[in-house]
């Protein structure tokens, strides 16, 4: 009997860009490189809302509303996706996102702002949940660490042109254009992904678990997001009402408690061997990382005198290392705690060599080359926690899983950038103030990625 010739041809993983998947492929990274080119842009032009709205000492809030909301709504999504599917929960975020875009760019006070960030992290949670789900259910199981790390070149565009665009837009125009702009943009990501929505829903059991309950999650991320909205409130007030604010606080941390231990994996919050680990590693990598992003603007224009165009070109920079970082992860078969660990050392190194950039008789052009060595970090860690964390999963579980993942990840870049704000509230805002707070936060940031570097090796499980 002879053997069919097929059948001796070596497997060939299929291509992301092949045309079984070529259209969902770009769709995905062109809603990706939306919320991103969203994220750089809002970086570089808070300064300029926070002048314009008299806003400067809710700069932190600004970026919590988001993250805080985007939680919530994440959780929500993630119980919709493993129930119903995706495609509901795709398409009201990005209705969601659409809306809060458009109120931003008419704000016309601080406090309306504010609601705005907080409808667009209702859209973006819910956006890039159902993404993920997607992933896991489009692509077969060999070619998701290609598409995760195609979603981290995704940040690539808009991380080098997006924050320079945005000073052009800011300066030239309004910085109310920079909302605006990308509104339209939403209709062709859209249309491409119309044949994945319409993809029936895969036949599996729906999960059964603790984390599967719908009214319980959603008391559970309702505590959570309050939780951590009061926390950062009581850490503003403990400056002004130390009493006062040390109830909020305490308050607030009870609050996380009991929305977390429900929220993540069991043990997530004692760090247990495997997924526990895995899905917290991501909110540590997020604060350390965005929560100095978001102020390297702020003391480049504050501190320098950088223009909004040239403190955007210096946060570009980061994602020519995310880039490098990003590829090196699909190409090259490394332990995950191993590149996890190296990751989270090149974040606080990144983190230490910004500082510099604040420092008097120094160019602040030194933030390009710091910036570098974190984005490499995030490129290397992040897409390598996200296939780890699908890979250690269920399959009737991947939605709250990557809920999960995005749970951490909101939360930790809340935490940091809000409580970096009350830094900078109390050391104060004049240039040299803005630059003592800036080491400040630096200081506390780099701590967190040298703590998640040593917390590394529990990404591995017990038979690992």
């Known amino acids: 009997m002879t053997v069919p010739k097929a059948l001796d041809a070596p497997h060939e993983a299929p291509r992301i860009f092949g045309p079984a998947y070529r259209t969902a492929t770009l769709g995905i990274l062109l809603v990706i490189t939306l919320v991103a080119f969203e994220g750089m842009s809002v970086s570089v032009i808070m300064p300029q809302v926070s002048e314009d709205l008299r806003a400067l000492n809710l700069y932190g809030v600004s970026f919590s509303a988001f993250f805080i909301a985007s939680l919530f709504a994440t959780v929500v999504a993630g119980l919709w996706a493993d129930r119903r599917g995706y495609a509901l929960p795709f398409l009201a975020g990005l209705l969601l996102f659409v809306l809060g875009m458009a109120l931003a760019g008419a704000a016309t006070g601080k406090e309306m702002f504010l609601v705005a960030r907080a409808v667009q992290g209702l859209g973006a949670g819910p956006t890039i949940v159902a993404l993920y789900v997607m992933i896991a259910r489009v692509y077969p199981q060999e070619v998701r660490p290609r598409v995760f790390a195609a979603l981290s070149a995704a940040w690539v565009l808009p991380s080098m042109i997006g924050p320079s665009v945005a000073g052009v837009v800011a ?31 895969d036949d599996h059991e729906p999960s059964t678990g603790p984390r599967s309950r719908p009214f319980a999650m959603t008391v559970a991320a309702t505590a959570t997001a309050a939780g951590g909205a009061a926390l950062l409130y009581g850490v503003e007030e403990l400056s002004r009402a130390p009493l006062t604010g040390a109830l909020w606080c305490g ?73 490098a970082g990003s590829y090196y992860q699909s190409r090259r078969e490394v332990e995950p705690h191993r590149r996890i660990r190296t990751g989270a050392v090149l974040v606080a190194a990144g983190i230490v060599l910004s500082v510099a950039a604040v420092v008097p008789g120094v160019s602040g052009w030194v933030a390009v080359p710091a910036w570098i060595v974190a984005g490499l970090g995030m490129g290397l860690a992040m897409p390598t926690i996200n296939v780890t964390a699908l890979k250690q999963s269920p399959v009737n579980e991947q939605g709250a899983n990557s809920a999960s993942l995005s749970v951490t990840d909101m939360l930790g870049s809340a935490l940091a950038l809000g409580i970096g704000g009350a830094v900078s509230n109390v050391v104060g805002h004049s240039p040299s103030q803005i630059a003592a707070g800036f080491g400040v936060i630096c200081a506390m940031l780099a701590t967190v990625g040298l703590i998640t570097a040593a917390l590394a090796a529990r990404v591995a499980d017990h038979h690992t």
Do not use: C, D, E
């Not at 030239?172 to 209709?187: A, D, E, K, M, T």
């Not at 859209?190 to 829903?201: C, F, I, N, Q």
């Open 171 to 201: 300066q030239q125009f309004n910085w109310r254009w920079v909302f605006y702009g990308i509104i339209p943009l939403v209709v062709p990501a859209l249309v491409m992904l119309l044949p994945s929505l319409r993809r029936p829903a």
């Open 251 to 323: 308050a607030g941390l009870a609050a996380l408690g009991y929305g977390l231990i429900r929220l993540l994996p069991p043990a997530a919050l004692r760090f247990g061997r495997g997924l526990p680990t895995t899905v917290m590693m991501r909110g540590l990598f997020a604060a350390a990382f965005f929560g100095v992003n978001g102020f390297i603007p702020l003391a480049l224009t504050a501190v320098k005198g950088f223009s909004a165009v040239y403190a955007g070109i210096a946060l570009t920079t980061g994602s020519l290392g995310w880039s």
